[in-house]
């Protein structure tokens, strides 16, 4: 067992920090000021780096990386809260496209995400729908779409939709073009990134796969990905909050001293960093269970669970804390940690919150005496 | 001990119910219910009418608009009031200067400033927080310094709630550095038009704008705008800071949040989730605590001396509130990413505004003395810590 | 609304006090150290005061007060925490008589209650019944009762049992004299008490009651009754918790300062006034929903809920911070508050914990809008 | 990163519970699972198996009986131990004294007291705490005055766990009182029966024994029973306390209560209790998390740094262990009463401990430095607060 980044990982760790190295808090509400939320130039600099196409085969024009190269990034876009699309596009959309597409849909679609052409996003929920995002719906017919699905993350941006659906032989995906058939409507979202409402009127659509690979179990096994992915990001962003807690701790004066004096603030950020600590650790397990070739896809789908549900409450105990332990500033835009707080909400209601995965976990209770970290 | 209201509480509860739901325009209430803001011109509308009706500032001096309530009666019409979501009169204005200048003020100071208070022809701010004054008021730094017969102000206040609204600005100053810094303080109003005085709103992360900073660069008003006498500013901030019994925990307010969010979340399916469910239960029955305990203290402060228990108000009032905006937020799931959703969008109006809410009220155990001030007090006001 | 005792509620409160004055923890392992775990000098003293036939009518030797004035008792009881099984004999097995008895055995019971002549337990809780009191393990057959009651608090010591169990026509209680059929096991329980297994092999048993009275909501409302009493028990010993805990922090001494000059500790106290009073404003206010006489059984049901809830989890939180906060003393038995917090979990398991309220509290949850204190 | 055990620790891993399901007996080990204490004679017995087969001691130095083991091995050989309910080298001997002296010690003392130490043919106890040294374990008072050849030892100390049983005690003692108070401490070792040690049990609020209070008055030992140095006493305690980065957390012992919880739950039906199975999932879940952090301490201490995640283990791990136990009342329910019931009791023996070890486990946050010293560690150390 090993928890530690091999040298390439490391050296990947770096780069990317060494790509973000001065975003800031203004960067940010610069960038997400104005449609479509984030930065085109840094868009395409993750893309020059090969991390748009970091998780896809090379054939696919991708760097054939896996779970914990995935991890490694999403971790140090969480770092700075960055608002790019990247676990949306690279993880979620393109993720589903590396599961279920045909060779030439992947050559086609990973290719364009890869070189940071196309953007493409998952339109997977609906107004109705909650968690579920089979896409009900959304009914296809003779290949065309029609029903709302609303929010799609990045859906105003997107060059291309991935959306489920219906079909008479069950659920299914189709890769969509924005254009005839579709109506986007797209606002801003309370993290400063964007959604939208995309709204099929027999929009024609292509069928993702040809139909040989079960579209519920790939769903699943994308979305656990996703969520592990969203769990690193979350990571990211709660070292950050926490390191701006201590050093405004360590530097904020009241009634003639600093605030570390202060020992029931002191504890308090003591408890963030075991909410921390305990949270990197379940995350980066649930993404070696993730890389791990022999795991079944019930385990994957649970050690997604159980990250999300820790990072759901540590999310929330940090993100809370951190603006209370910062006082009034940390109410501010014009501070990093409200941003930061926001984030991890959104993070924790994308795909399921604590109590959604404790209500999956609750069905496999007893199938186990203890829960065995290693099989 | 007797559970029910005395028959004159019944028949006033009525009253202020008929009041409420009938005066007050049911758009600005409707708008209140749904967790909109009514901004600046239905607080004063609302205002001016409980003011014609003589309820606005119940809590005054009779002689000047106020009601010589019991305080039970105070708290059924601040309940009534949150309950028919009616903008409750502007705080600024009727909790907080109104009872310190019915209080500290002169005569000639009442009679220019109260009348207008009461109606909301002025629109007050609070100018105490600075940028290192904060759960450390008493280390303001913004100087006042007598030239002749005008005072003459420099220096920032921060924090100020619905500056941008405001005429009038009343503002804690230092007028003696020698003394100990709770000695040298004063209480000072100034016009917001007054040359010198610039507003910056700050923006808060639930993308809203409520607070604003304010500086001041040789602002100059008349000696007389000076509250009471020099350095009793301390005195005064005291005053006002613990003259509000009613309405500190806001239980009403919470009560009717939960209850909506209870009916969105049965209207979704979403109550047959016993884990959601339960939460529901244990926050109604902390609410039901706190309100009884606001009841507790509202039945036995009627000698003036506040009941101990009062300290809890904030603290627990303010948890609930956070609580349930937070429960608001998992009802509404990946619905709450829709916060700027336009009429266009398929997403329900209250799950738009479940996450801008969540976040802003994070303010809650912030602002108006933090809940560490809170537990502070408890820990050495009740308990002797 | 008024929460305040009446001039006669606070003298009878005082003489309370001053009848248990310097009852101290010395004083208590003495007598919880041998059978029957409690004083029987001073069960008579309360006797002698009227207390043990408080709720009684004047007919049947009682003193004809009401739910404020046992709640009065309950909680001095509490404050010291005193080991006789006050709320177990008066309020549980006395109030069922009371509620359910024939005229005749209202007279001879109660009136033994209340001279102290006799301690009557009630046994409803069975080995696998949890915390259903209908007594389905024992089932009633020609005037004789056969099965287990366990545990059954005072069980030892008790000259009469009241006994739920099954009959053809539903469930009923039963007045049982321990001897003929009857063998009764006693033990300590892990506050000082006492519980007895009681084994009935076709013991005699006399019917409570001429079946006039409906059983189960004669039962149920008893049980709320004995809730509630159970409540103010818990207000007592968690205010003696609480002040036991700041008088400790203003002395001890460590790193060279009293403890309350440690921050983290102060505010944890504060946080465990805040659970005392929150608890005190709803025990109160259920006394007061019992006490009016226009409150339906469900209304005074719920209300027993509701404050049990909330002392489920205020005595937990009050008496493990208790603990925590007092370090190594407060784990010995020659220190009060680990008693206190061996009373509050009993009190919390007897009737039904948290949860447990929780439970039948969902199953209303949509018949109301929001709670209202007044009707 | 490596999610699988290596091959070789996959055979050490079966190693080990081979070993400790086929040698130590079935019937401690069954008396550990069902949570009830097998007494000194069953510590005795496991202990020297074990010893025998060289797994009494395995953190001490190769030729006192250790082995060169890697931190992983050592975390597999604690965790195997608890699943298999083996109660553990008793941790006086084997993790406190017996390193203290390995590296602290002379050479003559190391051969006079390790082999009997790893064996448990001595049983220690520890004489660390005093009634007004607790957390703050530096202003202890027990005095140590040399005297000719001997050290003169009065004071006293307390919370000393299993005192009842030992033959040893090892002692800080103040032997500079001149000093700054960390500066002028000594350990010295002390034989129970010496003339003037009386020793005086202490109830719990289970109802048990475990710890103890010892009076030294006027003991005389011999100046060779001083460990190492003079005054180099809170440096072996530093090392104590810091040394043992294995089985901080108490992982598997509360996973096998939780096992064993769910087990009686779902037997009586109450995993059909929605709101008691998620506590479960959420304890479960936690527990997880823990032992993986264990794990990443294991895994990233090697180099003999201990790994900052480290200082969590305690914190949460005594938090879960609590609240294990105190689920577990919640799963007895009444039943819990029967705490003191014989064998005519129909209550079985489970629901039975279930409230003494809720009790008993309040002390996990407080003894060996309490939750409060850990949060303190992390905020210092870690956060630089």
Redesign the interface.
């Known amino acids: 067992?090993?928890?530690?980044?091999?040298d390439e990982?490391t050296a990947l760790r770096d780069a990317v920090r060494g790509l973000l190295k001065g975003f800031d808090n203004e960067q940010r509400r610069a960038a997400t000021s104005e449609d479509p939320g984030f930065s085109q130039e840094q868009w395409g600099r993750l893309a020059e780096m090969g991390l748009l196409g970091l998780p896809y085969s090379e054939d696919d024009g991708g760097m054939g990386a896996g779970p914990?190269e995935l991890a490694v990034v999403a971790e140090e876009l969480g770092r700075v809260n960055a608002p790019e699309p990247y676990v949306e596009t690279v993880v979620l959309a393109g993720g589903l496209v590396a599961a279920l597409g045909t060779p030439a849909q992947k050559a086609e679609v990973l290719g364009a995400i890869s070189s940071g052409e196309q953007v493409v996003a998952a339109a997977l929920?609906e107004?109705?729908s909650?968690?579920d995002l089979a896409g009900e719906g959304v009914v296809e017919k003779d290949g065309r779409l029609t029903g709302?699905k609303?929010?799609v993350?990045a859906g105003g941006r997107a060059d291309l939709l991935v959306v489920s659906a219906t079909t008479d032989g069950g659920p299914a995906l189709f890769l969509v073009t924005p254009g005839e058939g579709v109506e986007t409507?797209s606002?801003?979202?309370?993290d400063g990134g964007r959604?939208a409402?995309v709204t099929l009127d027999g929009a024609p659509a292509t069928r993702l796969g040809d139909g040989s690979v079960d579209t519920l179990a790939a769903l699943e096994r994308v979305v656990a990905a996703a969520k592990i992915a969203y769990c690193h990001e979350a990571l990211g962003l709660m070292e950050s909050a926490?390191r701006l807690t201590?050093e405004y701790?360590?530097t904020r004066?009241?009634?003639?001293m600093t605030l570390?004096r202060?020992?029931?603030?002191?504890?308090r950020?003591?408890?963030m960093?075991?909410s921390l600590?305990?949270?990197?650790?379940?995350v980066?397990?649930a993404?070696?269970?993730l890389?791990?070739h022999?795991s079944t896809p019930q385990q994957v789908s649970d050690a997604a669970r159980?990250a999300k549900?820790?990072v759901s409450k540590a999310g929330?105990h940090v993100g809370?804390e951190a603006?209370?332990l910062h006082?009034?500033i940390?109410?501010?835009?014009?501070y990093a940690v409200?941003?930061m707080?926001?984030r991890l909400?959104?993070i924790d209601?994308?795909l399921g919150?604590g109590?959604e995965q404790?209500?999956h976990?609750?069905t496999t209770?007893?199938d186990h005496?203890?829960?065995e970290?290693?099989? | 001990m007797q559970l029910a209201l005395t028959e004159e509480e019944t028949a006033f509860r009525e009253e202020m119910r008929t009041f409420f739901t009938t005066k007050i325009p049911q758009e600005l209430r409707d708008t209140i219910a749904s967790g909109r803001h009514v901004g600046k011109e239905g607080i004063v509308t609302a205002q001016r009418i409980m003011n014609e009706a003589g309820y606005a500032v119940p809590n005054w001096p009779v002689q000047w608009g106020g009601q010589d309530w019991t305080p039970m009666q105070r708290h059924i019409w601040h309940e009534e009031m949150q309950l028919a979501s009616v903008p409750p009169p502007l705080a600024f204005n009727a909790s907080m200067i109104g009872p310190v200048i019915a209080h500290f003020g002169s005569e000639e100071m009442k009679a220019k400033f109260l009348p207008a208070t009461a109606n909301l022809d002025i629109w007050w701010c609070q100018g105490f927080s600075e940028p290192n004054a904060g759960s450390d008021l008493a280390s303001l730094t913004t100087k006042a310094v007598r030239d002749g017969d005008d005072w003459v102000i420099n220096g920032q206040k921060t924090w100020t709630t619905l500056g941008q609204h405001a005429d009038w600005i009343f503002c804690l100053c230092r007028t003696d550095p020698e003394v100990k810094k709770q000695a040298g303080i004063s209480m000072i109003l100034i016009p917001m038009d007054t040359e010198g005085v610039t507003l910056r709103p700050i923006e808060l992360i639930d993308g809203g704008f409520e607070v604003n900073e304010v500086f001041f660069e040789d602002v100059r008003v008349p000696a007389e705008n000076l509250v009471g006498k020099e350095n009793q500013g301390w005195t005064m901030a005291k005053f006002l800071l613990g003259n509000e019994r009613v309405g500190v925990a806001p239980v009403a307010q919470t009560k009717r949040r939960l209850a909506t969010l209870k009916q969105v979340a049965a209207d979704r399916g979403l109550l047959d989730d016993v884990l959601l469910a339960a939460k529901v239960v244990e926050l109604e029955n902390e609410l039901l605590a706190l309100e009884l305990t606001a009841l507790r203290v509202v039945a036995h402060s009627a000698d003036g001396k506040p009941h101990p228990a009062s300290s809890v108000l904030k603290l627990k009032g303010t948890e609930l509130q956070q609580a349930v905006t937070e429960l608001f937020v998992d009802v509404a799931g990946p619905l709450a990413l829709a916060s700027g959703a336009d009429k266009d969008s398929d997403v329900p109006d209250w799950a738009r505004v479940t996450a801008p809410d969540y976040l802003n009220y994070r303010k809650a155990s912030i602002y108006g003395g933090s809940n560490e001030i809170q537990r502070q007090i408890i820990a050495g006001t009740i308990l002797g810590l």
């Open positions: 067992m090993d928890f530690s980044l091999d990982q914990v929920l107004p109705g909650r968690w709302v609303e929010p993350v409507s606002y801003a979202t309370f959604a409402r926490l201590t701790l360590t004066k009241q009634f003639g570390n202060f020992q029931a603030l002191t504890f950020a003591a408890d960093y075991t600590e305990l949270s990197r650790s379940i980066t397990w993404t070696m269970v890389a791990d022999s159980r549900l820790q929330r809370q603006i209370q006082g009034g940390g109410m501010t835009a014009e409200g941003h707080t926001s909400t959104v209601h994308l919150d109590r404790t209500k976990l609750l209770l007893t005496e203890v829960v970290p290693v099989g």
